[in-house]
């Protein structure tokens, strides 16, 4: 490609750019011929589409949904052609071509391609599609002390109210976009919902090193704000828990599903 100010070649260079898509501010590598003399940026039609593609993919990441070569991934993982995994979604299997391609999906069949890549099994229900890491739930944990401005995580309360703000964020970040934040296991306890095995965590969810957690993305940040509106102070949050049914009906002791998520009465 020659400048258009009569400079000659314009050679190819990758330059990491500041993109704003959908109110979303992400970093990506783009392709693009630059005049040395004049400093023209310009591209082809081809790098162009490449640059699209590259904002998607960043963008879905930003935001917790699956991405194109997620989805591509995890289709090839569990043996499904496009064809089989647009039958088990109910979407035609254009829709399937085009989320693979770089098309965004929606964040309620962001949910439908989750159900299929992960169904029912036990680490969907019980932690919410991703891993327990501590220095998650403590970098949970930090973000609302910060909003706050005090201190949630205290050994002498035994997590009484900090694990109500855990189970609260956990739930609906898995009601809305899929995913748990930081992939706690909840059970039944007569003071309300409370981190499983809770006694053995304290000291070690206390001890972490949040640098070492994968940082939170926007739309997580969002769940954290909406929460911590909800549920202003520390007995808000308390006396909502106890009023959601999905705690009411389980058993001391027994597990509360991450399906449940959907029955959430009080946010």
């Given at each position: 490609m020659n400048c258009p100010n009569g400079h000659g070649t314009m050679p190819v260079k990758t330059i990491n750019k500041e993109v704003l898509f959908r109110e979303i501010t992400v970093s990506v590598p783009v392709k693009q011929h630059v005049c040395?003399?004049?400093?023209?940026?310009?591209?082809t039609v081809q790098e162009t589409a490449?640059?699209?593609r590259t904002v998607s993919e960043a963008y879905r990441k930003a935001v917790g949904l699956l991405t194109g070569a997620d989805i591509v991934r995890f289709r090839k993982k569990?043996?499904?052609?496009?064809?089989?995994?647009?039958?088990?979604?109910?979407v035609g299997v254009a829709s399937i071509k085009r989320w693979e391609g770089g098309l965004i999906q929606t964040k309620s069949m962001d949910k439908a391609l989750r159900n299929v890549f992960w169904g029912t099994a036990k680490e969907d229900t019980y932690t919410g599609n991703?891993?327990?890491?501590?220095?998650?739930?403590?970098?949970?944990l930090v973000s609302y002390e910060n909003l706050f401005n005090k201190k949630l995580?205290?050994?002498e309360n035994k997590m009484l109210f900090s694990a109500k703000y855990l189970w609260y964020t956990d739930m609906v970040a898995y009601?809305?976009?899929?995913?748990?934040?930081?992939g706690a296991t909840y059970a039944a306890l007569p003071l309300g919902p409370q981190l499983n095995n809770y006694r053995d965590l304290i000291k070690d969810i206390i001890a972490a090193d949040i640098t070492s957690a994968e940082p939170l993305?926007?739309?997580?940040?969002?769940?954290?704000?909406?929460?911590?509106?909800?549920?202003?102070r520390k007995w808000d949050v308390y006396n909502a828990a106890h009023r959601e049914v999905i705690w009411q009906r389980r058993a001391v002791g027994?597990?509360?599903?991450?399906?449940?998520?959907g029955q959430l009465t009080q946010i």
């Open positions: 040395p003399r004049c400093g023209l940026e310009a591209g490449e640059t699209q569990m043996h499904l052609t496009q064809p089989q995994l647009a039958e088990k979604t109910g991703r891993t327990f890491f501590i220095p998650r739930v403590k970098l949970v995580l205290k050994p009601r809305e976009n899929g995913q748990s934040m930081t993305t926007s739309e997580e940040q969002k769940t954290i704000a909406k929460i911590t509106k909800a549920f202003p027994e597990v509360i599903p991450y399906s449940d998520a």
